[in-house]
């Protein structure tokens, strides 16, 4: 069968978050689908089939990290819809049946794909003892992001903040279901974003995930709140980087990005 390896978020090949993709028949066993993700040892790897037609959904999707399945993601899932575009294998808005709802994923004009995936609902919390020191910096703000992501959302200082982090990965571990994600303002919005982050995700095997269109339903309506504006983007400083375009509709988030195909071949293990 064919594998590839997509960069999302992205438009150049090796910057933005890796993913693999598999179109499959169906779903075998779950530890074979674990240990293709193991082997492929990105982020996510992002397993999908058709479904009959006159459902709710088109193709069925399932991600999985080396370590473990995931309930949501967003870079995988537009790796699966930029697959799917590319090969032909799908026209037009694809409707994936996943672990959270069924997600609909839709090509533009501009080669970018857009995601409609559900905001997360954010709970404020008090900032966890010993968070300050396993993230290397001092909180503003933590925020719950619910059950669909299980991560801590903690707003630091300024935008030098979230570049300079070098955070206890183990002790982050402590502090949240999935992760952390930090965030900030942007220091010059003119750069074209609004709004930076990095996310940490030890739980699930990932210790900075690139790019975490996931990640972006909780910072979407926390900075769309704050700034005033539905329409954002933001950037997530890791050393490949990425931008998502981000528009929040009440329980829906818009993700938008590009996605480009830089591995392609057989993958022989059944």
Known sequence: MRIRIVDAFTDRPFAGNPAGVLLLDSFPGDP???NVAMEVNHAETAFTHRLPEGGEADW???WFTPTTE???CGHATLAAAHVLTATGAHQGPVRFATRSGVLIATP???GSITLDFPTAPLTPVEIPDGVAEALGAEPLRTLDTGPNTG???VEVADEKTVRALAPDHKALARHSERGIIATALAEDP???YDFVSRCFFPNVGIDEDPVTGSAHTALAPFWSE???RPALTGLQASPRSGRV???VRGERTLLSGHAVTVIEGDLLAR
Request: no cysteine; glycine share 8%.
């Open 245 to 247: 375009r981000t528009e």
């Open 226 to 228: 704050r700034l005033g």
């Open 190 to 192: 003119s750069q074209g």
């Open 32 to 34: 074979w689908l674990q």
């Open 70 to 72: 995931v309930a949501l």
């Open 60 to 62: 069925a999707l399932r």
């Open 108 to 110: 533009e004009a501009d």
């Open 151 to 153: 991560d801590l959302l």
